[in-house]
């Protein structure tokens, strides 16, 4: 296709994609083909964001933030730029600007699970808890989603302080998750913590003495 036309930006996306899929020792080759396309057209987001991905992949975060947010810059509209590009600012603890890309994701795509999912871990970042509970629990609301069960439980623990909802959310996320989740020993180490603030909340709780007879 390349041949026949050297200028086709479709045909530079199929190919850094198919390079990208091939694995690691060919995404030099798909990054080549990456710069040969921004070279045909330097605003072209989707060319941008792809390359932010396979840069993401080798490890090299700044290019691929810096890819992830000219794309974003030159095509507004494009959804999953906005969502790599929060994705990969909230790994690293950049707050603001991720619940910024997850708020236009969402716009973007009104309902977006994923988008709506990122930003409420935003907005717990920014301490913002009762906005994050709204989104979290209307999540929620498909019984069988053991991400959103997991975010209630960090949520409740860390940001609202409520104990006894963690604990409930960290045992309703074991129950979901596969076994092969990254999250289970992470959710079963909460619980041990949370039994054991219960515990101690309840030794701390002053005892109720019996009114005195008249």
């Known amino acids: 296709a390349l041949v026949s036309d050297p200028d086709s930006m479709d045909a530079y996306l199929v190919l850094m994609a198919a390079y990208l899929e091939r694995g690691r020792d060919k995404w030099g080759v798909a990054i080549l083909a990456g710069r040969n396309a921004l070279s045909v057209d330097p605003t072209d987001a989707a060319a941008q964001n792809l390359m932010g991905v396979i840069f993401l992949k080798q490890g090299e975060v700044r290019q691929a933030v810096q890819l992830f947010q000219k794309a974003t810059v030159d095509d507004p509209r494009l959804h999953d730029a906005r969502m790599n590009f929060g994705a990969v600012t909230l790994a690293y603890n950049d707050i603001a600007p991720a619940a910024e890309q997850f708020a236009e994701a969402e716009r973007l795509r ?48 860390e940001t609202l302080e409520r104990a006894a909802d963690a604990l409930r959310e960290c045992g309703d996320f074991l129950r979901l998750a596969p076994a092969i989740h990254p999250k289970r020993q992470e959710a079963t180490r909460r619980i041990e913590a949370l039994r054991l603030t219960i515990e101690a909340s309840r030794s701390a709780a002053p005892a109720l003495t019996p009114a005195s007879p008249r």
């Open 110 to 157: 009104p309902g977006s699970r994923d988008a709506r999912l990122g930003l409420a871990v935003a907005l717990r970042g920014q301490g913002k808890g009762e906005e994050a509970l709204r989104i979290e629990l209307d999540l929620a609301k498909e019984p069988a989603d053991a991400d959103v069960r997991f975010n209630l439980c960090v949520l409740y623990q």
